[in-house]
């Protein structure tokens, strides 16, 4: 049964002084927990998100998640997109303090290929403070930031305050992959979550941006078993492409005249899909399987661990291959890698919330 991965609304602070960060957001937070009750919708959501617009430059980014968080404690909110710095910052040394608060997500914005250094050595370093950490930072590949309910690549881009939803519904999409009719089955899943958007935002008194029609995974409920599905075949060996492509194709189908942000893309987060985990731990899928796998309309490559004894170009070198692929695709395009120090390609290591995870050759 289909839910709604995410209710996100963009804040627009007027404030970015810690007391009156921290009571804007707390407000606003409490706002959303209330229309989302009066809407009866509480038990259909399962994360409440709240996302903000790049840090300026005059604030601190260690203070400003820790007005977030206490924000967050307050009204219940589940997590914050707060923390969005370029990799030409000079506060880019403060993120790994930042995102010690756990319900703290951020992102770097690549500025130029020149760049790709500076972001490998961010993904090192926050890695090493804490590898779970390194799964609420993103890694910007358009540079340009990203109204999406998808974490951690979330920023305020639109100047207004609004709403924004993504979805969980691999469920639909494997009944549809398995009858033939995905299309009919996202299509109905997308025409409900539009009404609710709608009515959330009304509640709210601000605008419904749309819906992130993206496949997503969560563990058992697995976007990799909907790829194989369609292909006949595990995923990264032949056919895997152009399955990926299809699904992407009648997703876009299901929704093309609804109100929508994002990247609206298939996603496969390794840590976050079972069948993913599987196919890493049997050695069919590479970091490279992955990067190929982007070239045919996927949301990057994505919750992948490296290697504790990875060279950071070669981060670096993969960060370019990915730059190209986006500018190819000429979509949003942005990368979670995860560095666990200690680690081996086909070991497992300890992620917290998304559990045992294989780390991943290249």
């Not at 998808?150 to 009858?179: C, D, K, W």
């Not at 601000?206 to 029609?213: A, I, S």
């Not at 990875?310 to 692929?325: E, K, T, W, Y």
């Amino acid at each position: 049964m289909a839910r709604i991965r995410a209710v996100t609304m963009f804040l627009q602070p007027p404030s970015w002084e810690k007391p009156l960060l921290s009571e804007y957001i707390a407000g606003k937070g409490s706002q959303l927990r209330e229309a989302l009750s009066k809407l009866g919708l509480s038990g259909e959501v399962w994360t409440v998100r709240l996302s903000l617009p790049p840090i300026p430059r005059e604030a601190d980014p260690v203070r400003v998640a820790q007005a977030v968080q206490e924000a967050l404690d307050e009204s219940g909110a589940t997590m914050a997109a707060a923390v969005h710095l370029d990799t030409r910052d000079p506060r880019l040394g403060r993120m790994a303090e930042a995102l010690e608060y756990p319900g703290i997500h951020g992102s770097v914005r690549l500025l130029s290929e020149e760049d790709a250094g500076a972001a490998a050595d961010l993904i090192m370093e926050v890695s090493k403070h804490d590898p779970g950490e390194a799964t609420r930072l993103a890694v910007d590949l358009t540079g340009k930031g990203l109204s999406t309910p998808y974490y951690p690549m979330s920023s305020n881009t639109i100047g207004e305050e609004a709403v924004a939803l993504a979805l969980l519904y691999t469920g639909e999409l494997l009944a549809g992959a398995r009858s033939g009719d995905i299309v009919g089955e996202a299509r109905r899943v997308f025409l409900d979550a539009a009404k609710h958007g709608s009515n959330i935002a009304g509640e709210l008194g601000v605008r419904f941006l749309g819906l992130d029609l993206s496949p997503s995974p969560w563990m058992e409920m697995s976007v990799a078993q909907v790829i194989e599905t369609i292909s006949g075949s595990p995923l990264g060996g032949p056919g895997s492409l152009a399955a990926v492509r299809r699904l992407n194709e009648d997703v876009w189908r299901a929704g093309e005249d609804l109100p929508t942000v994002g990247f609206n893309e298939t996603m496969l987060p390794v840590a976050e899909d079972n069948v993913l985990k599987e196919r890493t731990l049997e050695g069919r899928l590479r970091v490279r399987d992955l990067a190929m796998l982007t070239v045919g309309c996927l949301a990057g490559i994505d919750m992948v661990v490296l290697p504790g004894d990875i060279d950071p170009v070669v981060i670096r070198n993969l960060i370019l291959d990915q730059i190209v692929v986006q500018r190819l695709k000429n979509r949003p395009l942005g990368m979670r890698l995860i560095v666990y120090e200690g680690a081996k390609p086909g070991d497992k290591v300890n992620l917290g919330k998304f559990g045992s995870t294989p780390v991943s050759p290249l």
